[in-house]
């Protein structure tokens, strides 16, 4: 069995492993998988804001396993570049491997001794040392040619299994990246859709927006998070999002849920909640607080200063009236309640606050 010729074994190998085709599906080795389901579309502020939160959450973790797909892949990388030097450090093996032989048969040409001379010498008392060792190396030759042909055979063999392996590892990782990036995709038009309709809901329901929709888009419940993360009553406005009732604001999934309670009381007395005071900045809770001691928090600690508390007045600031039995009766059903505290000490029957999860469809 001759020994496979090298010459442009690399270069074929390096270019199946760098530009191929998959014949059929190659399963990625790592690859995490976001299912994307399909839902109907909510109708009601309330659907519109929890299906925003549930899309804003698959996008992140498809975003996130995407993140982590890269990262495998690079990896991959690594051990596919790996595999490729170990393509090229077998080519060089195999070179030496054969320069022996080589130069074995260079030998023999520079000293020719045919077979049948050789075989009568050997049998002859003439046979001298010089004869007896042509023999030799020629014996030697042709087991150390085998030799080399069994391991060139071998090594091939090799090559061979780390160009598969390369191959593979490139398609898998490509199919996979494409796999989630597609979802990611997927993903993150249904989050726009379900916000852009929550958008155009708010501003048809009297969200009073500028002339690129800042303020709607302030009321995009993706924001409501972001909200925590600064203190009580140094919330920027861009986290914050109008009322219907102008100069008023709330955190934005807080505003979504008192505008589809205003909506409800509004049906019922057949005008729109009066609002006397929402979010308060530090500033403001100072002010309120020395003004009227005892019916005020202390600054900082103040359930208006995270954007989730109202007063209202209309009616409702009378306990007993039929606008506060309603709000009693109804605002549990949008996130909003009128806390234990407020019956009692201070009485304070024009408070409410807001609950994300108390809110029921």
């Not at 839902?39 to 982590?68: F, I």
């Not at 030697?140 to 063999?157: F, P």
């Not at 989630?180 to 155009?200: G, H, N, W, Y």
């Not at 972001?226 to 934005?252: E, H, V, W």
Request: glycine letters at 6%; proline letters at 5%.
């Amino acid at each position: 069995m001759p020994a496979p010729r090298s010459a442009g074994l690399i270069a074929v190998v390096l270019a199946v492993a760098s530009f191929f085709v998959p014949l059929a599906p190659v399963q990625a080795k790592v690859a995490t998988r976001v299912q994307v389901q399909e839902r109907r579309d909510p109708s009601s502020l309330g659907e519109l804001r929890k299906e925003a939160e549930r899309s804003a959450k698959e996008l992140e973790a498809a975003s996130n396993a995407l993140k982590k797909r890269q990262e495998t892949m690079e990896a991959s990388e690594k051990e596919l570049k790996a595999k490729l030097t170990a393509l090229q450090q077998m080519e060089q093996r195999l070179a030496v491997i054969r320069q022996p032989v080589s130069q074995m048969v260079e030998l023999l040409y520079a000293q020719p001794l045919g077979a049948s001379d050789n075989v009568m010498l050997f049998l002859t008392e003439d046979a001298d040392k010089g004869t007896l060792r042509a023999m030799s190396d020629a014996t030697q030759m042709v087991v150390v040619r085998q030799q080399a042909v069994e391991r060139t055979s071998a090594l091939y063999k090799e090559t061979q299994r780390l160009a598969a392996e390369a191959q593979e590892l490139r398609a898998g990782n490509l199919l996979a990246e494409a796999q989630l990036a597609a979802e990611v995709d997927t993903l993150r038009q249904r989050s726009d859709k379900i916000v852009k309709s929550l958008t155009a809901a708010l501003v048809k329901l009297g969200i009073k927006v500028d002339k690129v929709g800042r303020a709607a888009l302030g009321c995009n419940p993706l924001r409501a998070a972001t909200a925590d993360d600064y203190p009580n009553g140094l919330i920027p406005k861009s986290m914050l999002c109008p009322l219907q009732q102008k100069g008023f604001s709330l955190r934005a999934d807080a505003t979504i849920a008192f505008v589809s309670l205003n909506e409800a009381y509004r049906k019922r007395f057949g005008t729109s909640m009066c609002v006397t005071d929402a979010y308060r900045n530090l500033a403001a809770q100072q002010s309120v607080y020395y003004r009227r001691p005892g019916f005020a928090a202390v600054p900082g600690r103040s359930n208006h200063g995270l954007g989730l508390a109202v007063d209202l007045c209309g009616g409702v600031q009378r306990s007993g009236s039929a606008e506060f039995v309603w709000m009693e009766k109804n605002s549990k059903r949008y996130g909003w309640f009128h806390p234990s505290w407020a019956y009692s000490s201070p009485f304070e029957p024009w408070h409410w606050e807001y609950d994300p999860k108390m809110e029921v469809p």
